[in-house]
C-alpha cells in the first residue's frame, strides 16, 4: 500500500472500474488476516462510538423519565399512606423501611463520595491518578501523531502492533477512569454530555473494535488533543502555576493548541478519506502536519492558497472553523502576547555567591536616589567593596535607570516584588543578606504617611527574619518612636534609624554656633574624589578639604598607655591622620565614644580610633605603626604592616575579636571574651563615674571627669587673650539687656540644687512648660527689647503645613555643656498658626520667643534687630507641596535675598544712644582687639544685609544658584562645588543620603555624627519623648551633673590672644600641637575668608571651609579655626557679659511686665567670685 489516506492510496482502483459505495480497497497484508476484498470498515468504528453515545444517552433519560414517574407515584401513595397512619396510628412499620432505605442510601454516598475524592485530586493517590490520566492522554495523542503518517484505514495484527497494544493499554485505563468519573458525578446528563466524556466516547470503543476486526482507523483519536485544555489545572495540582498571570495564560495557550491541533485532525480525516458520497474518490494525501500548517494559515486570515480543501465535508467544515477560529485568533493571540510581555523581567531570584555578602535596598527607588546611592557606595576611596547590591522594588526601573543597573552590573541586580511580601524576600535571600537599607523619599507632601510605609517595610523584613540588620531613613523625629514597639528592633545589633529631620535641623543648629560646621561635616561622611586645581583660588584649599572623610581603625600597640592628646599629635604630626575620638571601654566592659578627651583617658589595648583622612589606606598606618619600626621615618607612605605587631597583647586582641566573629555578636557584647583588657588609668580624685552614659545607650559621655590640675589659662587671660566663639568670657557682642526683659527666659542661676535646671538625662537645659501666649512679642515689645548675639529663625508654615521638628533645632543650642548664660536667645518668626501646632515640642526650653509675622517682611526682620543676631536660619514647612522643583525653594530664596538686600543704620550708635550704660566697658562692637575674639570676624557695624550670616535650607540641589548672586555657579555644578554650599549658607537635605553607606560600614560613623549634631540626643530620651513628647526635668545628680561635660564645638580666632604669633603667616600644624598642649583644644578646620588668598583688602565677608589642612598650611590673621573645646567648669560661676554692666533705669523699665533686676549685691559678689575661682576647684552640687 502507498503511503498516502483513505481511499485506497496504495491500491486505488482504475476510475473506468465501476464500484459499490463499499467496494473501496484498503491496504492489506496476506499476513494479518483481514477482509481479503480489502474494503473498508469505517462505519463499524464510528458505530461503537455513535452507539455507545447515544445508547447511554437513552439509558439515563429512560432512567430519569421512570424515575420520575415512580417518584409522582410514591407522591400519591405517600399521600394516602399519611392520611391511613394518622387514622390507624400505624406508624412502627413505615420507619423501618426508612431506616432500610436510608442504609442503602448511606452505601451508595460512600462509594460515591470515594469515587469523587479519587478524581479529584484532594489526596495523594487522587493528584497522581489525575496527573497520569493526563499523562496518558498526550501518549495517546502522541501515538495518534505516529500512526497519522499511516494510511487512515489499514489492517493490523494486534499482536503484532506495537503501538496498538500500547493505545489498548491507554483506553483500558481511560475506561476505568471514565468508571470512576460516572460513578462521583452528580448529574449523570449533564456528565455524558460534556467534552470529556465525548472524547471517551470516540476514542475508547474504536480501539476494542479495532482488536476485533484487525484493522485499524484513524478516525476521530485526534479528538485527544482536547484533553489539553486541562494542563493548566494539571500545573495548578502540581502547585507550579501560582499567579493568576501564569495560569490565565496557560489556560489561554492550551485551549488554542487543543482547538488548533483537533481542527487539524479533522482536516486530516476528510481529506485524507474523501466525501463518502463520491465513494471517496476526491481525497488528496495531506499529512497531519500539513494540516496543521493549513489551519494556520486559515486562522490568521493570511490563505496562502499552496495547501487548501478539496473535499466537500473539509469545505463545509473550514467554513464555520474560519468564524470560530478567525474570532479566537484574533482575541486569544494579542492576549497571550501581552500576558508574555508583561511577564516580570525582574521576576527572578537572587542566587548568593560564595565569599561575596549582599545587601538588600528598598523603599524609594528613583534614578536620583539610586545614583545618589551607588556613588557614594560604590567609592573608590574606600577599599575594595565585596559587596553586591540587591535592589528591591515593586516598579520596574525606567530606562535610564535600567541603564545605571547595566552600567554597574557586576555589583547591582534589580528584583521586582515587595517587601511587604514574604515570598519577595525569600527571593533576595534576606535570610543571609548582610543588611537591609531602606530608603525614604524626602520629597514627598506627606513625610508622617512615607514614615509609615518605611516602618511597614521594616516590620515586614523583621516579621520574614527577625535577625537582619535594618538601616532606614525617617523623615520625622516623633516617628522614630514607632520603631522601638518593633519587638526584634535592637540598635545593639546594628539597626539605625537615621532621621533626616534630626540629622539637618541638628547641622543648620550646630552652623549657628560655628559658622560653616554644617558643611565641614557634611563633605566628611560623604565620599568624594579629590580634584587638583592648579590656579590659587579659593577652591583649590575648599576642595583639598573636602576629599577628606571620616574612618575608623584600631590604634596599634604602640599607643597603649598613652594619653590621647599625645596620641592625637602622633598621628598627626608623624602619621598625618586626624584622631578626634576613641571608643573607649570602661571597667564594666561598657563602650563609651569619647570625643577630644583630656589627659586622664589612657589608651587601652585594641582601641577604636576615629579618625579624619582622604582614603581608607592611610588610616591602616594607625594600626601599623610601631615605635621601634618606624619612629624615625618622616614619610608616612613608608609605614607599613611590620613584624613587632605580633605581641602577645595585640594577639590576644585579635584572637579575641575572632572569638566574637565566631560567636556571631559584637565584641561589646561577646561573652566569649575574658575581661581582662583593663584601661591603665591614674584613679581619679573625684567620685565621678568616667563613662555616666554609655554608648550603649547611644549616647557618648564625651568627657566623663575635668582634669586635676587647673587650666594653665585663667578665664580672665582667656577673656583678655582671645577665646572661643560663644564662649560668654570672650564675648564682645553681648550687647543686650539683661535676658530677663526677654519673654520666654529665666533667671535660673540664683536657684538651689533643689530646683530642676536640667532635663532628667542631664543631657539640655530644661525649664517649667510655658505657655505661647507668655513667649510672644509683638513688633513694638521685639524692638524695645535690644536683641543681640541671638538668632533669628524665619519660618514658612501655616495650618495644613507638615510638621518639620523645631525641637531638633532647639535642643543642640540648649545641650547642657553650655553654661545657661552661654545659650543664645532663639526667636521664631513666623506664623504663629504654625508655631502652635510646634510648640508642645518647644515649651520646656529656655529662652525662646516667637514674633507672629512673616519672614518676609523687613519690618517684623528689623524688629528682631536681626543685623545683631549671630545667626538668621530660613526654613520651610511648604516645599514639598509644589510639584514643580524649581519653585519648590521659592519661599527660601526670597526670604533669602531679601534679607540680603536691607540697609541697616549703624547699629552700635542706636544701642549705645537709647541705651546708656548698657554696653560692658571694653566690649564695644568696634574695637578690633576684642572683635575677633567672638569667632566671626564681621565689620564695625552691619550696615547691609549681605554680611548677615544665613543659612538657607534648600530641597532642591540646583537652586543653590539663585541665592548668591556674584558667584559664577553652573546650574549642573553639584551641590558640595557651590560657593553657598562652601560658605555654609546653604544646606539640602540630600547630602545627608551619603549617611546610609557610611552608617552600613560603619555604625559608629553615625553615632559620632549624631553626638556632634544633635547635642546629646541618647536613646533613653527618646524613649522619653516617645512616651511623653516632652523633656521631662529632673533634679541634678552627680551622674546627670558629670554628662556635661562633654565637648562643643566652637571657632577660635587669630587676631588677638595667645595664638596670635601663629595668625600671621605661621603654621597651622603648629597651631595645632599648640592648641592641645595648652588648652586640650583639638583643631579640625579653618573658616577663611573668600578672598584671603589673594593678599589684597577685600570688602567681601564670604568664608569658606577648609577641612583639616596639611601641618604646613599657612595661616592668615582672619583665619577663623573649627575646634573641639572642652566644658569649663569655671564659666558658669559668672555671667562676664553682665558681671560689668550697670543697666540704667531707662534701659530696664521698657518692659516693666518681665523686669527682675539683678540686685547690685550680687552682681558684686559675683565679680567677687570671678577673681577666687582659680583658687578653688568648682565641683557641681
Not at 60 to 87: F, M, P, Q
Request: a neutral charge.
Amino acid at each position: 500500500g502507498g503511503g498516502g489516506g483513505g481511499g485506497g492510496r496504495g491500491g486505488r482502483p482504475d476510475p473506468s472500474v465501476q464500484m459499490t459505495k463499499m467496494s473501496v480497497i484498503i491496504p492489506f497484508s496476506p499476513d494479518v488476516p483481514c477482509d481479503n476484498n480489502g474494503q473498508r470498515m469505517w462505519w463499524a468504528f464510528l458505530a461503537s462510538s455513535m452507539v455507545t453515545f447515544f445508547g447511554g444517552l437513552f439509558i439515563i433519560l429512560l432512567w430519569r423519565t421512570l424515575k420520575y414517574l415512580w417518584t409522582v407515584c410514591c407522591h400519591c401513595n405517600a399521600k394516602k399512606k399519611e392520611v391511613h397512619r394518622i387514622t390507624t396510628g400505624d406508624g412502627i412499620k413505615r420507619t423501618d423501611k426508612d431506616d432500610a432505605a436510608a442504609s442503602e442510601v448511606g452505601w451508595m454516598t460512600s462509594v460515591k463520595d470515594w469515587a469523587g475524592v479519587m478524581i479529584s485530586a484532594q489526596t495523594l493517590t487522587g493528584r497522581v491518578l489525575v496527573v497520569l490520566v493526563f499523562a496518558l492522554s498526550i501518549g495517546a495523542l502522541v501515538i495518534y501523531f505516529i500512526d497519522s503518517s499511516d494510511p487512515i484505514e489499514s489492517c493490523q495484527n494486534f499482536y503484532q502492533d506495537f503501538t496498538l497494544q500500547i493505545d489498548m493499554a491507554f483506553n483500558v485505563f481511560f475506561l476505568l477512569y471514565f468508571g470512576l468519573r460516572f460513578i462521583a458525578a452528580n448529574d449523570k446528563l449533564w456528565f455524558w454530555l460534556e467534552v470529556n466524556s465525548v472524547v471517551d466516547f470516540f476514542t475508547v470503543p474504536p480501539v476494542f473494535v479495532s482488536v476485533y476486526l484487525n484493522r485499524s482507523w484513524l478516525g476521530l483519536r485526534f479528538l485527544r488533543a482536547l484533553r489539553l485544555i486541562q494542563f493548566s489545572e494539571i500545573l495548578q495540582f502540581l502547585n507550579i502555576l501560582k499567579t493568576s498571570n501564569s495560569i490565565k495564560l496557560v489556560n489561554l495557550c492550551s485551549i488554542f493548541i487543543s482547538t488548533w491541533l483537533t481542527a487539524a485532525g479533522f482536516i486530516h480525516l476528510v481529506e485524507n478519506s474523501g466525501d463518502p458520497w463520491e465513494n471517496f474518490q476526491n481525497s488528496q494525501p495531506l499529512s497531519y502536519w500539513e494540516c496543521v500548517y493549513l489551519l494556520m494559515v486559515t486562522m490568521s486570515t493570511v490563505g496562502y492558497g499552496d495547501v487548501y480543501a478539496k473535499t466537500t465535508l473539509g469545505r463545509l467544515f473550514m467554513v464555520f472553523f474560519i468564524l470560530g477560529g478567525l474570532a479566537m485568533f484574533a482575541s486569544y493571540v494579542p492576549e497571550i502576547i501581552e500576558l508574555i510581555g508583561n511577564r516580570k523581567k525582574y521576576g527572578g531570584s537572587y542566587s548568593a555567591v560564595n565569599g561575596r555578602k549582599h545587601i538588600v535596598v528598598c523603599g524609594h527607588i528613583t534614578l536620583e536616589s539610586v545614583s545618589n546611592f551607588l556613588k557614594d557606595f560604590l567609592h573608590k576611596d574606600r577599599d575594595d567593596v565585596n559587596v553586591e547590591i540587591v535592589f528591591l522594588h515593586n516598579i520596574s526601573p525606567n530606562l535610564e535607570l535600567e541603564a545605571l543597573f547595566k552600567r554597574h552590573f557586576t555589583q547591582v541586580e534589580f528584583y521586582q516584588g515587595s517587601v511587604l511580601n514574604p515570598h519577595d524576600l525569600a527571593r533576595v535571600k534576606i535570610e543571609s543578606a548582610d543588611a537591609c537599607l531602606i530608603l525614604a523619599n524626602k520629597y514627598c507632601a506627606d513625610p508622617d504617611a512615607e514614615d509609615a510605609s518605611n516602618i511597614m517595610r521594616v516590620i515586614s523584613i523583621k516579621n520574614y527574619h527577625p535577625k537582619i540588620r535594618i538601616i532606614t531613613q525617617m523623615l520625622q523625629y516623633h516617628n522614630k518612636a514607632h520603631l522601638l514597639n518593633i519587638p526584634s528592633w535592637n540598635w545593639k545589633e546594628g539597626d539605625d534609624a537615621i532621621c533626616l529631620a534630626e540629622l539637618k535641623l541638628g547641622f543648620i543648629a550646630q552652623s549657628c554656633l560655628a559658622q560653616g560646621l554644617s558643611t565641614m561635616l557634611a563633605n566628611l561622611f560623604s565620599m568624594r574624589s579629590f580634584i587638583k586645581i592648579e590656579e590659587d583660588t579659593w577652591q583649590k584649599y575648599y576642595l583639598e578639604g573636602v576629599a577628606n572623610e571620616m574612618y575608623t581603625e584600631y590604634l596599634s600597640s604602640a599607643f597603649v598607655g598613652l594619653s590621647f592628646p599625645v596620641i592625637c599629635e602622633l598621628c598627626y604630626v608623624k602619621l598625618k591622620l586626624l584622631l578626634i575620638a576613641i571608643e573607649y571601654k570602661s571597667d564594666q566592659r561598657e563602650s563609651s565614644t569619647l570625643i577630644n578627651p583630656g589627659n586622664h583617658v589612657k589608651m587601652q589595648e585594641g582601641t577604636l580610633g576615629f579618625f579624619i583622612a582622604s582614603d581608607a589606606k592611610e588610616v591602616k598606618r594607625a594600626l601599623f605603626y610601631c615605635k621601634a619600626c618606624h619612629d624615625d621615618i618622616t614619610d608616612p607612605k613608608r609605614i607599613k604592616k611590620c613584624g613587632c605587631l605580633t605581641l602577645p597583647g595585640f594577639l590576644f586582641f585579635k584572637m579575641s575579636l575572632a572569638c566574637c566573629f565566631d560567636c556571631g555578636r559584637s565584641e561589646r557584647d561577646c561573652s566569649c571574651m575574658p575581661v581582662n583588657v583593663r584601661c591603665n588609668t591614674d584613679s581619679p580624685r573625684r567620685d565621678i563615674p568616667l563613662s555616666a552614659v554609655s554608648v550603649n545607650d547611644c549616647s557618648t559621655t564625651l568627657r566623663a571627669f575635668e582634669e586635676d590640675q587647673q587650666s594653665t589659662l585663667s578665664p580672665k587671660k582667656k577673656q583678655r587673650n582671645g577665646g572661643m566663639r560663644n564662649s560668654p568670657n570672650s564675648s564682645p557682642k553681648i550687647i543686650r539687656h539683661d535676658p530677663l526683659l526677654i519673654p520666654g527666659s529665666e533667671q535660673i542661676e540664683s536657684m538651689d540644687e533643689n530646683v530642676k535646671k536640667y532635663d532628667s538625662t542631664g543631657m539640655f537645659h530644661w525649664c517649667p512648660s510655658k505657655d505661647i501666649e507668655k513667649v510672644i512679642l509683638t513688633r513694638s515689645e521685639a524692638a524695645m527689647t535690644v536683641l543681640s548675639g541671638h538668632v533669628v529663625v524665619c519660618i514658612f508654615g501655616d495650618v495644613k503645613s507638615a510638621l518639620i521638628g523645631l525641637r531638633n533645632f532647639v535642643m543642640p543650642l540648649r545641650a547642657s555643656n553650655f553654661h545657661y548664660h552661654e545659650l543664645k536667645h532663639i526667636v521664631f518668626v513666623g506664623s504663629l498658626e504654625y508655631l502652635k501646632r510646634e510648640w508642645e515640642t518647644l515649651h520646656n526650653f529656655p529662652k525662646v520667643s516667637i514674633l507672629p509675622g512673616t519672614p518676609l517682611s523687613r519690618a517684623d526682620l528689623r524688629a528682631v534687630n536681626i543685623n545683631l543676631c549671630d545667626m538668621c536660619v530660613i526654613l520651610s514647612a511648604n516645599q514639598n507641596n509644589i510639584d514643580d522643583a524649581s519653585l519648590q525653594d521659592k519661599e527660601c530664596i526670597l526670604a533669602s535675598l531679601n534679607i540680603k538686600s536691607m540697609q541697616f543704620d549703624d547699629s552700635i550708635g542706636v544701642l549705645q544712644a537709647n541705651s546708656q550704660g548698657f554696653t560692658p566697658p571694653g566690649m564695644d562692637r568696634s574695637s578690633p582687639e576684642n572683635s575677633p575674639v567672638h569667632g566671626l570676624v564681621r565689620q564695625t557695624s552691619v550696615t547691609t544685609g549681605a554680611n548677615i550670616p544665613i543659612i538657607t535650607e534648600l530641597v532642591n540641589d540646583s537652586n543653590v544658584q539663585f541665592l548668591d548672586q556674584d558667584d559664577d555657579d553652573d546650574p549642573d555644578t553639584e551641590l558640595y562645588l557651590t560657593q553657598p554650599f562652601a560658605c555654609g549658607t546653604a544646606f539640602a537635605v540630600s547630602v545627608l543620603d551619603s549617611l546610609m553607606s557610611a552608617t552600613y560600614f560603619n555604625d559608629n560613623i553615625l553615632t559620632l555624627i549624631r553626638t556632634l549634631v544633635t547635642g546629646g540626643a541618647t536613646p533613653e530620651l527618646e524613649g522619653l519623648l516617645a512616651e511623653e513628647n516632652a523633656l521631662r526635668g529632673g533634679y541634678s545628680t552627680p551622674q546627670t551633673l558629670a554628662n556635661r561635660d562633654r565637648c562643643r564645638v566652637a571657632q577660635l580666632a587669630l587676631y588677638d590672644g595667645p595664638f596670635a604669633d601663629l595668625g600671621d603667616g605661621g603654621c597651622y600644624g603648629d597651631l595645632f600641637c599648640k592648641a592641645l598642649k595648652t588648652y586640650n583644644m583639638l583643631c579640625f578646620g579653618i573658616y577663611r575668608l573668600r578672598d584671603a588668598h589673594l593678599n589684597t583688602q577685600s570688602q567681601c565677608t564670604k568664608r569658606y571651609v577648609i577641612t583639616n589642612p596639611p601641618y604646613a598650611f599657612e595661616l592668615v590673621p582672619s583665619d577663623l579655626i573649627f575646634c573641639l573645646m572642652q566644658f569649663d567648669h569655671n564659666a558658669g560661676q559668672s555671667r562676664t557679659s553682665l558681671s560689668h554692666s550697670s543697666h540704667s533705669s531707662h534701659a530696664s523699665s521698657k518692659k516693666s511686665s518681665s523686669v527682675h533686676s539683678i540686685p547690685a549685691a550680687n552682681r558684686a559678689n559675683r565679680v567677687k567670685s570671678r577673681d577666687s575661682r582659680d583658687k578653688q576647684k568648682y565641683v557641681p552640687a
